[in-house]
């Protein structure tokens, strides 16, 4: 177990409105905080890492949900973060059952802080040190920015170098900004070894040799966004 205060997970008709529903597993997930006064200072790393550059993530989120509410003819629900990091980590290849899965955020500032169309949204307040518990297993959750003249690209690339270097981790899911760099980042994840899987997901494949598996981050997001097959 990871240093989550309490985790649980029960079916839907026995929760409270206010409650977050899953799609992904037909359970309520509820996110709980983290116990703050035992974590370490440096978060040890889990088995199961996913990097994702979070302004990246809710411009992509907010130009899929504009554009096929177009092409389905009807307004697109928020998506429910729990169910998009299912969808992702199931595309990742990570198998249903008890596994640790960490999810860190990199975003620069107040305004890239909000989700648009992602509930919760704010990293700051609803998201950072916050847990969920599904089918997967326990999804830990981190927000982290910049400091001082230090950019997103900066600390993403920092963050994947250590996450790369782990000893600890096995499975790695990176989801880096594909205009500004993800070109560098497939240059680190292409050095990793010794791990049982390595993904890259964005909208487009890498223009480089990439030498681990690619997944497209569109499939998850209109899962997530209650866009059904037979719509498209």
Known sequence: MSNCQIIRSVVCKNVANSEKK?????????????????????????????LLDASFLDRVST???GHFSQVIGRELAQAQLADLLEYMALDAGIPVGENEVQVFFIYNGKASAQ????????????IDGKAFKGKLGEFSLYA????DMA?????FLETLELVIDSKEVKHITAVPDEKQYAE???????????????????????????SHRFETLGFPLLQALGVRPDEL
């Open 184 to 210: 560098k980042a497939v240059a680190l994840l292409n050095k990793a070894e010794k791990k049982d899987a390595v993904v890259l997901m964005g909208m487009n494949p890498p223009v480089t040799e990439f």
């Open 63 to 65: 130009d899929i949900a």
């Open 22 to 50: 899953s799609v992904a597993n037909d359970y309520f997930l509820i996110f709980m905080p983290l116990n703050k006064n035992n974590m370490e200072k440096q978060v040890k790393f889990a088995p199961n890492v996913m």
């Open 151 to 155: 950019t997103t690209e900066d600390l």
């Open 115 to 126: 989700f648009h169309v992602l509930v919760p949204a704010s990293l700051e307040s609803e």
């Open 144 to 147: 982290y920015q910049p400091l």
